[in-house]
């Protein structure tokens, strides 16, 4: 099983809809949790980190669900520029998932 | 924010020539530097962990005398692919912890090699 999975998608969404990703965790150990954000041909860039305690940042939410083993990331009133690929990534950076591909839609 | 930088950004090159790909933290020091790999419509792959003053780590299945890594400085890491084949094309991205709490990761902008 790989460290960490998510759906690849790809997520066709109308500008100002909600959208949700997971992203699964198989070693219960792992402390902290990122989910950073990919633009095509481009370097990821840090979007958020999750803990214990979840983190919202505008209309972004990430949630850590330790019981599931999971991490989420919400994405409220899409807009257009946030198409993109979104990866989680745990731990310490050393796994990423293969990422969620995302398209807002006019 | 913090700055690393790739260089070059893009590379040709035929196959069974050495390609070096150089990654540089341009406002801050990194003791530690990582280097990845990225094959179209996949992730992120660690390939190694580049120590400065010591030898690199390497994640299994990478073969250290194919990727050669040297972090020469506090500011510089060198990612070097020894006798490049069409299959080691990729995107060739590094990146370097902050120094204060080690958990941002700043990323370089990426290498994309291309081995004809």
């Known amino acids: 099983r790989k460290e960490v999975e998510q759906d690849p998608g790809p997520f066709n969404v109308p500008e100002g809809a909600t959208v949700a990703f997971n992203c699964t965790y198989s070693n219960s150990a792992s402390q902290s949790f990122f989910w950073y954000r990919q633009d095509c041909r481009k370097e990821p860039k840090l979007l958020m980190s999750?803990?214990?305690s979840g983190n919202e940042d505008g209309r972004f939410t990430a949630q850590l669900n330790r019981a599931s083993q999971y991490i989420s990331l919400l994405i409220r009133d899409s807009k257009l520029s946030d198409s993109a690929t979104y990866l989680c990534v745990a731990p310490s950076h050393l796994f990423f998932g293969t990422g969620t591909r995302l398209t807002v839609i006019p | 924010g913090a700055v690393v930088s790739q260089h070059p950004s893009w590379v040709i090159c035929k196959s069974g020539t050495s390609v070096k790909i150089e990654c540089r933290s341009l406002?801050?020091?990194?003791?530690?530097m990582f280097w990845y790999r990225q094959f179209p419509k996949q992730s992120l792959m660690l390939m190694a962990t580049?120590?400065?003053?010591?030898?690199?780590?390497?994640e299994q299945g990478v073969e250290k005398d194919k990727f050669l890594i040297n972090h020469a400085s506090l500011t510089l890491s060198t990612l070097t692919v020894t006798s490049a084949h069409p299959e080691d094309s990729s995107f060739y991205i590094c990146s370097a912890p902050d120094g204060t709490t080690q958990e941002t990761q700043y990323f370089g902008p990426g290498t994309r090699l291309l081995v004809l």
């Open positions: 999750v803990y214990s």
């Open positions: 580049s120590n400065e003053g010591s030898k690199a780590t390497y």
């Open positions: 406002d801050f020091q990194a003791t530690t």
